[in-house]
T-cell receptor, first 117, second 113 residues
Framework: GAVVSQHPSRVICKSGTSVKIECRSL??????MFWYRQFPKQSLMLMAT?????????EQGVEKDKFLINHASLTLSTLTVTSAHPEDSSFYIC?????????????FGQGTRLTVV | SQKIEQNSEALNIQEGKTATLTCNYT??????LQWYRQDPGRGPVFLLL?????KEKRKERLKVTFDTTLKQSLFHITASQPADSATYLC????????????FGAGTRLAVHP
């Protein structure tokens, strides 16, 4: 099956610093990538939809200046958490849809556990 | 308001039995519904997809039903094994652009030897 690689898997950063998370589709082209965050024992909450070559579309309540998304190519999207605070600590997961199979399954990265101290 | 509801309580069953998980939704008209498995600290893994015009789908020991009148999907694992222990998420594909997936909170399944 298709592979989505997310890096890093874990990161600890100091409050006030920025953290970048990468999401790559390894064997398919992803016109669209999605970014989710998940708190313990809760659902995946969609943060934004990232389209190659255009601005991301953010869900209601998600600060676009805090969570910067760049989708520069068909295989790479990045999420930068700017000026991170302890409340940003969470599990962040990216997802990619194969551009040739948009009405089928989504492929997920391994997730990134962010801890802000 | 729109809701996707899965039983938040863990489901504990004996090995060899059939596990049945429920997903109910309100104020959605999904084109299709999907089920994913998520292990602790990992991203979800796709299991099955069922479209609005399909009643049932099977894959090996897995079976999914979809009742658009009841707004409900049932997910069955037959001959369950301890390795099936995980959290199972249902997800709806919204209409409109980008085919966004909206997830339920998931149900934790524990299969005991």
């Amino acid at each position: 099956g298709a592979v989505v690689s997310q890096h890093p898997s874990r990161v600890i950063c100091k409050s006030g610093t920025s953290v970048k998370i990468e999401c790559r589709s390894l064997d398919f082209q992803a016109t669209t990538m999605f970014w989710y965050r998940q708190f313990p024992k809760q659902s995946l909450m969609l943060m934004a939809t990232s389209n190659e070559g255009s601005k991301a579309t953010y869900e209601q309540g998600v600060e676009k200046d805090k969570f910067l998304i760049n989708h520069a190519s068909l295989t790479l999207s990045t999420l930068t958490v700017t000026s991170a605070h302890p409340e940003d600590s969470s599990f962040y997961i990216c997802s990619a849809r194969d551009r040739n199979r948009m009405n089928t399954e989504a492929f997920f990265g391994q997730g990134t556990r962010l801890t802000v101290v | 308001s729109q809701k996707i509801e899965q039983n938040s309580e863990a489901l504990n069953i004996q090995e060899g039995k059939t596990a049945t998980l429920t997903c109910n939704y309100t104020n959605y008209s999904p084109a299709y519904l999907q089920w994913y498995r998520q292990d602790p600290g990992r991203g979800p893994v796709f299991l099955l997809l069922i479209r609005e015009n399909e009643k049932e789908k099977r894959k090996e020991r897995l079976k999914v039903t979809f009742d658009t009148t009841l707004k409900q999907s049932l997910f069955h694992i037959t001959a369950s094994q301890p390795a099936d222990s995980a959290t199972y998420l249902c997800a709806l594909a919204t209409s409109g652009g980008y085919n966004k997936l909206i997830f339920g909170a998931g149900t934790r399944l524990a299969v005991h030897p």
